[in-house]
Nanobody, 118 residues
């Protein structure tokens, strides 16, 4: 079992920055791929960025060059640094932990709201 708690969301003007954090507890953090997803009103949840235990990263095209995902295994925390924010980045952002073993199960945080004003 893994428990995930996000923090760092809020209201920011377009062009501004926010850093989201995801604190994990309950299992071996290092063997999970950590990811950030978002869901805007009326839209499906979409992947924003992921980082594997081997530190391979992947980003949605819409955030490449603006967002950076990272992880600190000692602190059991993953981060999403968001720069040059746009109004279309407004969404609830969810932290995900995907077990890299054969079972491949997922855990989700409760979500944190990010609102970017124009």
């Amino acid at each position: 079992q893994v428990q995930l708690v996000e923090s760092g969301g809020g209201l920011v003007q377009a062009g501004g920055s926010l850093r989201l954090s995801c604190a994990a507890s309950g299992s071996i953090f290092s063997i999970y791929t950590m990811g950030w997803y978002r869901q805007a009103p009326g839209k499906q949840r979409e992947v924003v960025a992921t980082i594997t235990s081997a530190l391979r990263t992947n980003y949605a095209d819409s955030v490449k060059g603006r967002f950076t995902i990272s992880r600190d295994n000692a602190k059991r925390t993953s981060y999403l640094q968001m720069n040059s924010l746009k109004p279309e980045d407004t969404a609830v952002y969810y932290c995900n932990a995907h077990y890299e073993g054969p079972a491949g199960y997922d855990y989700w945080g409760q979500g944190t709201q990010v609102t970017v004003s124009s």
